[in-house]
Structure formats: C-alpha cells, structure tokens
C-alpha cells in the first residue's frame, strides 16, 4: 500500500513537505504522481517523478513546488513553498506499472493527506 503523510494547517506563505511511502512492495523502479483534490474541484494532477527522480511539478506549481525521492527508503516527496489558500485540499499519490513520467498505468493509490492553508 501507499500512505501519505506531512500534511498539516499552515498559514500563507508557509511550506510543507508531504511524503508518499510504499510498503509490501519497492518504489525503486516505478513512477509516482502526485495528485490533489481542492474542496469543490475535479482531482488534479500536481506531479509525475520518474524512478530516477527525473519530471517534477507541473507548470501550475513548478514555481513554488518541488519534487524528490529516496528510492531506498521507498519514499516520494513533494516539498510545497510559498502556499496560499487555493493549495488547499487532500494530497494523494499513486504509483504506475512503469517507470516513465507521464504514468498512464496507475495501479497503487494512497488515501491522501489533508492541507489546509488559512489565515
């Protein structure tokens, strides 16, 4: 399974890192996308990361949002700057059958996690 975590209430301007760990299986050789629901919204894509760490945010976020990973940890982070209330929403992940970003064989997804920006 895959289990987010890092998400928090913060205040405009802050940062978070939010985290994507797999378990019962390696993240090693697989593309992870990040992806995020805002109150009210259709689910949007925020980030593909190939296995070796190559692709990254999308241009909506790629100014403020960052993207790594620690394969041997089996781990996927999304270090988020400069957030504003409109990054507010659940944060999810999921992992595809390959390697390669865009990942258009997601099999594994994540329950989310929560973050909510407000003054």
């Known amino acids: 399974r895959l289990v987010e975590s890092g998400g928090d209430s913060v205040q405009p301007g802050g940062s978070l890192t939010l985290s994507c760990q797999s378990s019962?299986?390696?993240?090693?050789?697989?593309?992870v996308m990040w992806f995020r629901q805002r109150p009210g919204k259709d689910l949007e894509v925020i980030a593909c990361?190939?296995?070796?760490?190559?692709?990254g945010p999308e241009d909506s976020v790629k100014d403020r949002f960052t993207t790594s990973r620690d394969n041997p940890d089996n781990t996927v982070y999304l270090h988020m700057n400069n957030l504003t209330p409109e990054d507010t929403g659940n944060y999810s992940c999921?992992?595809?059958?390959?390697?390669?970003?865009?990942?258009?064989?997601?099999?594994?997804w994540g329950q989310g996690t929560l973050v909510t920006v407000s003054s």
């Open positions: 990361v190939t296995s070796n760490g190559n692709g």
């Open positions: 019962g299986f390696s993240l090693r050789a697989r593309a």
């Open positions: 999921a992992v595809d059958r390959t390697w390669a970003c865009p990942a258009a064989s997601l099999e594994i």
